[in-house]
């Protein structure tokens, strides 16, 4: 093939195409096409980069063979480029106009350049480079319908559109953002270290629109939802993010989370919207976004609870690295709110004021090695009557009288949930100065046989000894039991006997308030004095009272007759002569029923009695 007398030096920063249309140009050719025409050069095969074609250009014009290497764009599939070592697709690269910057021509033909030495520039064609690094203005587009080969005869665009056309004002400039000037570089291969290089072009702008959706809109907007700016401010956030690394992406995933309600409980399955849709539900599993996927798998699998044998984005997980909480209990081999309480006391996690459990770390297996040496210090109460030397009947009432309450709460069907150090320390304060002694001093007797002779209960004594107001004397074996602890009767009997009374019989009642029994009752019925049945602080029987609150509260309202004259110093028919003369009408006024009147309406009765 001989070589053109009319050639042109190529330029580092064009594509075949473009240098194509400068050639024709320069040979005073109409257009592109009819050069091709002219000369025998195939160019649909020159617009799909094969090499012998592009070959047949630099022989053609006498260049070196490997002039275009790198910058020719050879068209692998339908949909798919291969740009060097560069894979772009038809949403990356635009095959179907011409972009251009009008600043960049202006400036060239301002300085004498001819058409033909105007240079279209190989990152002007990539879609998502919307401004000129150089001028910061944006990137302008021309769409040929009527002859599709047109749209890669650049020159002949140049030369048709006029001088006129490129010395219009210049648009205002607006500095061109992080990917314009990444993908601008990329492009020839200047570009810096950073981690999105891992990434082809087409992964990397969706892997940017993925996390920028996430982190800017929440995860439930998709991606073809947003305007163009919205996209574009998205892909902007998520290259911030990519560029960090792998460390980025876990903490931009870390604080998304921290700031999202969860919708499954303490410790859910990720949901993170774009992202998942992203890496984990596009069916063919796209290999150029491993890189990602492998990064959010890894903090997926640090973070959340996944079987062994979970496929997790494409590949099956072969070990349990953290656990939820059902499945920690299933680890360790303990109930729920035995692992719950076992994590509060850790300060892992807290109960709010409504009684809710929040969890605050991950359950991995490290931890869950540590609680399943620890959950043999939880005991059932069985294991607990060994410890502490009692009957199992014993612990069941010291757990019914809230003495001794498992840390799991106060459910008697809880198997475990006595905490072993707890249960000590209960039994050294019960025991505490208790030294070895013989049974041979009748003053002196156990919990059970003292409780026994004072008609109380054994929890009733320990209380007691809690409390500080009594103390056990001795112990009648060399191991410490708490059915060996010994106590002086008279001690217990005393401290018994300073209990405050919780409550009065009716026949106490009746005679404190000088009444009779329908007097009584029609106090309980007006709700004047509250019935409970309870048990007596003092006598320890159970059986329906007055409350000694509801008699103070009834007292210090209201007076009766007998009260009256006793308060009075008075006899009984005398205050009740002088109440009928001098004083107030009472609040009841039924036959049958003791007078009974408001403290605040009898102040002047002394007064009325000396006139």
């Known amino acids: 093939m001989t070589q053109l007398a009319l050639t042109i030096p190529p330029s580092p920063l064009e594509m ?18 009819t050069l091709c025409l002219d000369l025998g050069l195939d160019f649909p095969a020159i617009s799909r980069g094969d090499p012998a074609s592009v070959a047949d250009i630099c022989t053609l014009a006498g260049i070196p063979a490997e002039s275009f290497k790198g910058r020719t764009v050879i068209k692998t599939s339908s949909m798919k480029y291969q740009l060097g ?14 972009r251009y910057c009008p600043v960049c021509i202006a400036a060239s033909l301002e300085c004498g350049a001819r058409f ?7 990152h002007w064609q990539f879609i998502h480079i919307r401004r000129c690094w150089r001028h910061d203005v944006a990137l302008q587009s021309h769409r040929k319908f009527t002859d599709p080969w047109l749209r890669y005869d650049f020159t002949a665009f140049v030369r048709d559109a006029g001088l006129d056309f490129w010395h219009l004002p210049k648009p205002t400039p607006v500095e061109a953002d992080e990917i314009d000037i990444y993908l601008t570089k990329r492009a020839y291969g200047i570009h810096e270290e ?14 940017c629109e993925a996390f920028g959706v996430l982190i ?3 995860r439930d907007i998709r991606v ?29 995933l870390e604080r998304f989370n921290r700031r999202t309600p969860s919708r499954g409980g303490s410790q859910p399955h990720p949901s993170n919207g774009a992202v998942q849709r992203l890496l984990g539900s596009h069916a063919k599993q796209r290999v150029d976004l491993d890189p990602v996927r492998d990064v959010v798998r890894e903090y997926f699998l640090e973070h959340y609870p996944f079987r062994s044998g979970t496929m997790v984005f494409g590949q099956k997980i072969t070990e349990t690295r953290v656990f939820s909480i059902r499945g920690a209990c299933r680890e360790i081999g303990i109930r729920r709110l035995l692992l719950e309480e076992i994590l509060i006391r850790r300060e892992l996690a807290y109960r709010d004021d409504a009684g809710q459990f929040h969890l605050e770390t991950v359950l991995k297996r490290t931890l869950i090695e540590e609680i399943k040496c620890e959950k043999h210090d939880y005991l059932d109460q069985n294991q607990t009557a060994d410890l502490l030397g009692c009957s199992f009947v014993m612990i069941k009432k010291l757990q019914r009288a809230g003495i001794l309450q498992p840390v799991e709460g106060d459910n008697r069907r809880r198997p475990k949930g006595f905490y072993r150090p707890a249960v000590l320390d209960f039994l050294t304060r019960l025991g505490v100065n208790a030294e070895r002694i013989e049974a041979t001093d009748p003053r002196r007797c156990t919990l059970e046989l003292v409780a026994r002779k004072l008609n109380c209960g054994v929890p009733d004594v320990v209380q007691l000894m809690l409390e500080g107001k009594i103390q056990a004397v001795g112990r009648l074996t060399d191991e410490l039991r708490l059915d060996s602890l010994v106590v002086l009767v008279k001690d217990v009997a005393q401290a018994l006997n300073f209990t405050e009374p919780n409550g009065f019989s009716m026949k106490e009642v009746r005679r404190r308030l000088f009444i009779n029994t329908r007097t009584l009752e029609y106090l309980v019925e007006n709700h004047f004095l509250d019935v409970r049945r309870m048990r007596h602080s003092v006598t320890r029987a159970t059986r329906d009272y007055i409350t000694a609150d509801s008699l103070t509260s009834f007292t210090a309202s209201f007076i009766t007759a007998g009260m009256f004259a006793r308060e009075n110093g008075l006899n009984g028919k005398h205050g009740a002569n002088l109440l009928r003369k001098w004083g107030p009408k009472p609040i009841n006024s039924d036959p049958g029923l003791r007078s009974i009147f408001r403290r605040e309406e009898l102040q002047t009765i002394s007064f009325k009695r000396e006139e």
Not at 16 to 33: F, M
Not at 85 to 98: D, F, K, Q, S, Y
Request: with cysteine; charged share 20%.
């Open 16 to 33: 075949p195409t473009s240098y194509l249309s400068r050639l024709a140009d320069r040979n005073l050719s109409p257009d592109l096409w």
């Open 85 to 98: 070592t560069v894979v772009m697709n038809t949403e990356t690269l635009a095959r179907g106009e011409i």
């Open 116 to 122: 033909w030495e105007v240079i279209h520039e190989l």
């Open 194 to 207: 950073n981690w999105c290089n891992r990434l082809q072009i087409p992964a990397l702008i969706k892997a």
């Open 216 to 218: 800017d809109y929440g």
């Open 224 to 252: 073809s939802a947003l305007e163009t700016d919205q996209r574009r401010n998205a892909i902007l956030t998520g290259f911030r993010i990519l560029s960090r690394g792998s460390d980025g992406i876990c903490q931009a």
